[in-house]
């Protein structure tokens, strides 16, 4: 947790940098369709991850029962 909170910063730190304003990338219609798009993504992603491991633990107890 430690890494990923460094990590953070110091991205945080290069936009500075590189004077990108992540206020104005978040706000812009643009920004908010990309995370939009991306977020669609990772929902699908976890639905599936999370049925891979209910069938996962499904057949396990299945194989105990």
Same mark, same amino acid.
């Given at each position: 947790?430690?890494r *990923? &909170?460094?990590?953070?910063? &110091?991205v =945080?730190?290069? *936009?500075? %940098? *590189?004077? =990108? +304003?992540?206020? +104005? ?9 990309? *995370? +939009?798009?991306?977020?669609? %993504? ?5 639905? &599936? =991850?999370?049925?891979f ?5 499904n ?5 105990? +029962?």
């Amino acid at each position: 947790m430690a890494r *990923f &909170i460094i990590l953070v910063i &110091i991205v =945080i730190i290069v *936009f500075s %940098y *590189f004077g =990108i +304003s992540l206020r +104005s990338v978040v706000e812009s219609p643009t920004g908010q369709d990309n *995370f +939009s798009f991306v977020w669609m %993504y990772v929902k699908d992603g976890w639905d &599936i =991850i999370v049925g891979f491991v209910a069938g996962l633990l499904n057949a396990v107890r299945n194989t105990v +029962s």
